[in-house]
């Protein structure tokens, strides 16, 4: 229990990845929090917040080859500012040892993924691109 969320990982294949994430991947007001679709990419690693049986939030791993890209991380409104995306964010860095990881995310992030060893790479109108090396 973390965050008074369990945290289980998923892939698409996993029979109970489109009942809990599913709804999230056509929504607009994930659409308008993200500033983006998240996408189900063939072999994406999803990590799902699970509180009282509802998703409480989410993120993906994608293996990119040269490196891990972090993406699509999602906290639902109920559950913002109680720990969800740093439980997350743990999950997924237990699963990057050993890799380079790139992350492209909203500037008002920049400071928690400093906080995690990124460093800050660049910057595009509406994101800050980060990254970490092993």
Same mark, same amino acid.
């Given at each position: 229990?973390?965050?008074?969320?369990?945290?289980?990982?998923?892939?698409?294949?996993?029979?109970?990845?489109?009942?809990?994430? @599913?709804?999230?991947?056509?929504?607009?007001?994930?659409?308008?929090?993200?500033?983006?679709?998240?996408?189900?990419? *063939?072999?994406?690693?999803?990590?799902?917040?699970?509180?009282? @049986?509802?998703?409480? @939030?989410?993120?993906?791993?994608?293996?990119?080859?040269?490196?891990?890209?972090?993406?699509?991380?999602?906290?639902? *409104?109920?559950?913002?500012?109680?720990?969800?995306?740093?439980?997350?964010?743990?999950?997924?860095?237990?699963?990057?040892?050993?890799?380079?990881?790139?992350?492209?995310?909203?500037?008002?992030?920049?400071?928690?993924?400093?906080?995690?060893?990124?460093?800050?790479? @660049?910057?595009?109108?509406?994101?800050?691109?980060?990254?970490?090396?092993?």
């Amino acid at each position: 229990m973390t965050a008074g969320c369990d945290i289980i990982r998923l892939t698409r294949d996993d029979p109970a990845f489109y009942p809990l994430i @599913g709804p999230c991947l056509a929504s607009r007001a994930v659409f308008r929090d993200l500033g983006e679709q998240p996408w189900d990419d *063939p072999g994406k690693t999803w990590w799902a917040a699970i509180a009282g @049986g509802k998703l409480a @939030g989410f993120a993906a791993s994608a293996d990119a080859g040269t490196h891990l890209s972090w993406c699509s991380a999602y906290v639902m *409104p109920p559950w913002r500012g109680k720990g969800v995306w740093l439980a997350l964010a743990a999950e997924r860095d237990k699963a990057s040892r050993g890799r380079e990881v790139r992350v492209l995310c909203r500037p008002a992030l920049v400071r928690a993924y400093l906080r995690m060893g990124f460093a800050e790479t @660049g910057r595009t109108r509406e994101y800050a691109r980060m990254r970490r090396v092993p």
